[in-house]
């Protein structure tokens, strides 16, 4: 069966924390990861797992809320993908968003209310 959507074979783990830079060494020290970078004009920072497309992204808070994971699958198009989504009956959460020359991100819904995200990278890549 084909799915509606055809996503990339990444998935980057959202989790939102107090302090950016001290979340990753954290995960350096105690797990291995490696940090791949750190975005602080958009208060994003990402880092590589032990498993292959998998990272994880801290998005810095104030006031974190542990247990809200948020998996973020990369796609090529997010305005198409959202696009089909949406005419299958797919909630999104407000408008899709834009950091130029980075990401374009749209959060949506599974039938129980978990958040997920949709990552397209505007990254120059070539």
């Not at 302090?19 to 940090?35: I, P, Q, V």
């Not at 292959?52 to 974190?64: C, M, N, R, S």
Request: aromatic content about 8%.
């Amino acid at each position: 069966m084909m799915s509606l959507i055809s996503l990339q074979d990444t998935i980057t783990i959202a989790m939102s924390v107090k302090d950016r830079h001290a979340s990753a060494k954290w995960y350096a020290d105690m797990l291995g990861f490696e940090t791949l970078y750190h975005a602080d004009e958009a208060g994003w920072s990402e880092i590589a797992t032990r498993t292959a497309g998998v990272t994880i992204g801290f998005g810095e808070q104030i006031e974190p809320a542990p247990g809200n994971c948020v998996p973020v699958f990369g796609i090529a198009d997010i305005d198409a993908a959202r696009s089909t989504l949406e005419g299958a009956g797919v909630g999104f959460d407000g408008p899709t968003e834009v950091i130029e020359g980075m990401v374009k991100t749209a959060t949506f819904y599974d039938p129980d209310g978990n958040a997920l995200m949709l990552a397209q990278d505007l990254t120059d890549q070539s």
